[in-house]
């Protein structure tokens, strides 16, 4: 039989670079997550629901104005705000 040789970023068939990455997110989102959690605690639910609603629909209108531009872009090559 062949034997299989790791690379040095891999322990037991482990990569050691994806699960400290993966694991640097998980501590950030957790982190964020205390530090948010009696923000949004303090507030009313009703009014929570409302911001995320209407962020959704902010943001939704940011990129339709972008999809335009770009699609005007790629369409003319001309950079055009008309």
Known sequence: MAQQTLSPNQMGGIDVRR???WLGIALFVVLFLMWIAP???AQRPGRLVESVIRGLLVG???SLV???IVIINK???VFNFA
Do not use: R, T
């Open 19 to 21: 699960a400290v990455k």
């Open 39 to 41: 923000i949004v605690g």
């Open 60 to 62: 939704g209108i940011y």
């Open 66 to 68: 972008a999809l335009g």
């Open 75 to 77: 369409a003319s090559g």
